[in-house]
């Protein structure tokens, strides 16, 4: 550990709450696929800021963006009409079903302005009392309050902060009858990530989204689908819900939606957007000139070079790749899952020494529930990357 990184460390321990278990890196620069450390060294990075820099970290283009956008409107707050958040409504409505847009700041608001969404509409819009929201074990809501309370998990995450709001059931994963018997009269919605990423690299089958779909139609439901990680070409197509040929009432993005600057989305049909009137819901900050500047370019680069396609085509190669190591390592790799480059690769081996080495070899990715590799890199990743990815990988395993 150099002194300038354990001064670091000694700062950050001392003026930062103590939330996050940190990787043992100080990154001082990033480009395109590319962390670097403050000796200037540098990794390789499957992370993308958890699957945020999806166009690659720190492009011009985007840079020019939002100096030139600074430079004119910065933020007046959402009491005024701004064209830049219009421009991304229509850019982001054109990518799927959805017709009306509500503009957040992270993920965590967008899936609780989409909760507060299909409550308000079964009360202003059915007058009815419906307020209970149906989630699947191991998913991942975000932080605050009732997105904690409909993520699907145990631990530090929920630990200590009773009372948790009411109005959230969570019933196990890929189990039909299970959430056929949790809907009650009190149900407003059924909320679930096409992909759990948080939870292991979990993608919905298709027949249990077939019969989601039909639970929500028989019984006067919404489906809300949580695509802040999943959404902007991750999984080869533009939204993960399209894989599936379905269409949610609501749905929401955040992560890669403006390539590194907060932002979150709720997206929704407009029907379900009849549940919010004036006064019902805001936020200070939401659709930011700058910030929707830049979400305006990201969704461009995104449709004009093909990310939905390059995605599914890298992960097509990463699953075929990780075979190969499979095939040299049975008693370590379990096999790979995932769509397109929100990929998994399960191990039966200890999982922190794999990502240990793999750090050792400035290689970084995310372990997630203990022995799942999760590979989230920026969509500009190449092959000669991913190859170099499993030369690593293969040479961790082999030490082990
Ligand atoms: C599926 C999903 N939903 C919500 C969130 C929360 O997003 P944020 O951290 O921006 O609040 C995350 C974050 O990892 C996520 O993966």
Redesign the pocket.
């Known amino acids: 550990m150099t002194n300038k990184f354990k001064e670091i460390k000694e700062r950050e321990s001392k003026l930062l709450c103590n939330t996050y278990g940190r990787y043992p890196l100080a990154v001082s620069k990033a480009k395109d696929c590319r962390l670097y450390d403050l000796e200037g060294e540098e990794y390789l990075d499957f992370l993308a800021g ?2 945020v820099c999806s166009l690659g970290h720190s492009r011009d283009d985007l840079a020019d963006v939002m100096a030139e956008q600074a430079r004119k409107l910065v933020h007046v707050s959402n009491l005024f009409y701004q064209e830049p958040q219009l421009d991304l409504a229509e850019k982001l409505l054109s990518t799927c079903a959805a017709d009306k847009v509500f503009f957040a700041n ?6 609780e302005g989409a909760i507060k969404l299909a409550r308000r509409y079964m009360h202003a819009v059915r007058g009815e009392d419906r307020h209970e929201i149906i989630t699947l074990e191991k ?6 309050l009732s ?1 904690l309370t409909a993520t699907g998990q145990e631990g530090p995450i929920k630990d200590g902060f009773s009372p948790l709001p009411d109005g959230f059931v969570t019933v196990p994963f890929n189990n039909i009858s299970a959430l056929r018997g949790a809907i009650g009269k009190n149900t407003a919605a059924i909320m679930i ?1 096409m992909v ?3 939870g292991g690299v979990r993608p919905l089958s298709q027949e249990y989204v077939n019969d989601i779909v039909a639970l929500c139609k028989d019984n006067g439901l919404l489906l809300i689908v ?5 959404g902007l070409c991750r999984t080869g197509r533009f939204w993960a819900h399209q894989h599936y040929g379905i269409t949610p009432d609501i749905f ?1 993005s ?2 890669a939606l403006a390539n590194g600057l ?1 932002m ?1 989305a709720v997206l929704c049909t407009d029907e379900a957007a009849k549940g919010f009137g004036p006064g019902s819901h805001a936020t200070t900050f939401g659709g930011g000139a700058v910030i929707s500047a830049v979400a305006c370019k990201v969704v461009d680069v995104m449709i004009e070079e093909d990310m939905a396609k390059r995605a599914d085509e890298l992960g097509a190669f990463a699953a075929q790749e990780t075979e190969k190591l499979r095939a040299r390592h049975p008693d370590k790799i379990v096999g790979s899952r995932g769509v397109g480059l929100l990929f998994g690769i399960e191990l039966s081996c200890d999982g922190s020494a794999v990502w240990n080495g793999l750090l050792e070899k400035r290689i970084v990715c995310n372990l997630t529930q203990g022995t799942i590799l999760r590979l989230v890199p920026p969509l500009t990743v190449t092959r000669e990357d991913i190859l170099a990815f499993m030369e690593a990988l293969d040479e961790v395993l082999t030490a082990l």
């Not at 998913?139 to 605050?144: A, L, P």
């Not at 949580?226 to 999943?230: F, I, K, M, N, S």
């Open positions: 958890i699957a992270s993920g965590a608001e967008a899936n998913s991942f809501h975000g932080r605050t997105t990530e759990q990423g948080e949580d695509e802040v990680q999943t929401t955040a992560k907060p979150g």
